[in-house]
């Protein structure tokens, strides 16, 4: 099978180039690295590159907290993966979105909405895997929000995943026929977002106060109140985030 990963340079990207190759698919890699730019690129060579493909996996990701951005990043990519998919007679496309993103569409999260929304109304057969936050998280919480020695960590709850879980259930889902919406995919254990990042500071022997802050609004209280938490019917992966961190 040949598969196409949008996105395939990215953290979770990369473990499905990874994993799809050790199963055996033929894999390209959709990405400005690999000369492929899904905002700007032109819809030709789009479509030429996805020529021969059976399955399209879109990961692709952009480092934002504003609504604005993310809604165009979402919009723009997934729109112009569908017309070129289109062309190139691609039969399944894929989209990894993110658990209670339909319940809480602010900030990033307004983008994912989004997308969802137009794969399901998009006229190629597809499959929608929510995913909790992954593992890297706390660590890209750590690195982003600094006022001086203070890293600021939002007060949050989480249940959070090891994106290589999430990349063997992308290429799973690849292998089978367009499911809709799949069964949703979390972590083994539910954790406060304050104690993941102390506990990668510790582990990583990092240095900085970290301060806990509830974020204003709609979305502040959906990081505190489970609406990001998923129900008893998903499915969990097995590596715990305090595992996860050994391996750093």
Do not use: C
């Given at each position: 099978m040949k598969i196409a990963v949008a996105g395939g340079t990215g953290v979770v990207g990369h473990y499905v180039v990874e994993g799809a190759e050790r199963r055996g698919h033929d894999v390209i890699t959709l990405s400005r690295a690999a000369g492929v730019d899904l905002m700007t690129g032109s819809a030709p060579s789009l479509a030429g590159a996805l020529q021969g493909v059976d399955v399209a996996i879109d990961v692709s990701s952009v480092q934002t907290q504003s609504a604005k951005k993310s809604e165009h990043f979402f919009g723009t990519v997934t729109e112009r993966m569908f017309a070129a998919?289109?062309?190139?007679?691609?039969?399944?496309?894929?989209?990894?979105?993110?658990?209670g993103s339909d319940n809480a569409p602010y900030g990033y999260y307004a983008g994912k909405a989004l997308q969802e929304r137009i794969v399901?109304?998009?006229?190629?057969?597809?499959?929608?895997?929510?995913?909790?936050?992954?593992h890297e998280f706390a660590s890209q919480i750590f690195g982003q929000a600094k006022l001086g020695p203070i890293h600021v960590?939002?007060?949050?709850?989480?249940?959070?995943?090891?994106?290589?879980?999430?990349?063997?259930?992308?290429?799973?889902?690849a292998e089978n026929a367009p499911a809709g919406r799949a069964t949703d995919l979390a972590g083994p254990e539910v954790l406060r977002m304050v104690d993941m990042v102390t506990a990668y500071v510790a582990a990583t022997h990092a240095r900085g106060t970290i301060l806990e802050v509830p974020l204003p609004g709609g979305f502040g209280t959906a990081l505190r109140n489970r609406t990001l938490l998923p129900d008893s019917s998903a499915q969990l992966g097995t590596q715990t985030y305090a595992e996860w961190l050994t391996l750093l």
């Amino acid at each position: 099978m040949k598969i196409a990963v949008a996105g395939g340079t990215g953290v979770v990207g990369h473990y499905v180039v990874e994993g799809a190759e050790r199963r055996g698919h033929d894999v390209i890699t959709l990405s400005r690295a690999a000369g492929v730019d899904l905002m700007t690129g032109s819809a030709p060579s789009l479509a030429g590159a996805l020529q021969g493909v059976d399955v399209a996996i879109d990961v692709s990701s952009v480092q934002t907290q504003s609504a604005k951005k993310s809604e165009h990043f979402f919009g723009t990519v997934t729109e112009r993966m569908f017309a070129a998919e289109k062309v190139a007679g691609v039969g399944h496309h894929i989209a990894l979105s993110i658990v209670g993103s339909d319940n809480a569409p602010y900030g990033y999260y307004a983008g994912k909405a989004l997308q969802e929304r137009i794969v399901i109304e998009g006229s190629i057969p597809w499959t929608i895997l929510r995913a909790t936050q992954f593992h890297e998280f706390a660590s890209q919480i750590f690195g982003q929000a600094k006022l001086g020695p203070i890293h600021v960590v939002p007060k949050m709850i989480s249940q959070p995943i090891a994106a290589w879980e999430v990349a063997n259930r992308l290429v799973e889902l690849a292998e089978n026929a367009p499911a809709g919406r799949a069964t949703d995919l979390a972590g083994p254990e539910v954790l406060r977002m304050v104690d993941m990042v102390t506990a990668y500071v510790a582990a990583t022997h990092a240095r900085g106060t970290i301060l806990e802050v509830p974020l204003p609004g709609g979305f502040g209280t959906a990081l505190r109140n489970r609406t990001l938490l998923p129900d008893s019917s998903a499915q969990l992966g097995t590596q715990t985030y305090a595992e996860w961190l050994t391996l750093l």
